[in-house]
């Protein structure tokens, strides 16, 4: 079989995620393919909605998929404010493609990409594969820590702040800004 083709996508990947397109910018139903990539090879990722992949494609900078013929093998992304930080995400290979080398191409690919070029870090979260991401030159950020925020699990509101208040109102005036 053919070695995979791996597709760089403009960002926010337009094609991809209103046209379902892949290789040759050929319509491939793309879209639904990245969702049954994600419900059978990314526990993280399962029973993402299609409105949801769509919205996550439109968010980020990088975006690259990895295709065997008319089959969605790989895919990876990144999000980047260009100069100072980026975040690899959702990088996933179909499991029976472990070990021939994809996830080390998507990640190369990714971190190749332009809008990643001047960055001075670059992070990922990883439960399983943290030794495969050192491998490719990551390490542990120490003495950094990951830290999480689940507004609708933990019962806050990113409306309001859990504690204090960053707005203060202007002196004399009622503002939506402002606190209570």
Known sequence: MAAPTLVLHTAG???????GLGPGLRPSRGLW???RLFNKHAFWA?????????????GSTVVVSLWQGKRLVGFGRASSDGIFRAVL???????????????RRVVEALLAAPALQNVERVYLMTTNSAGFYQQLGFRHAGP????????????????????????PAPAG????????
Do not use: I, Y
Not at 13 to 19: H, Q, S, T
Not at 46 to 58: F, P
């Open 13 to 19: 990947a337009p094609g991809l995620r209103w046209f």
């Open 33 to 35: 393919k990245l969702k």
């Open 46 to 58: 399962q029973e993402r909605s299609v409105k949801d992949l769509r919205r996550l494609l439109a």
């Open 89 to 103: 995400w959702d990088v996933v290979v179909a499991g029976d493609l472990h070990g021939q080398g994809l996830g």
């Open 144 to 167: 950094q820590a990951l830290l999480m925020l689940q507004p609708q699990r933990d019962g806050v509101s990113l409306a309001t702040p859990p504690s204090g208040c960053p707005f």
């Open 173 to 180: 005036r009622n503002s939506s800004r402002g606190c209570s």
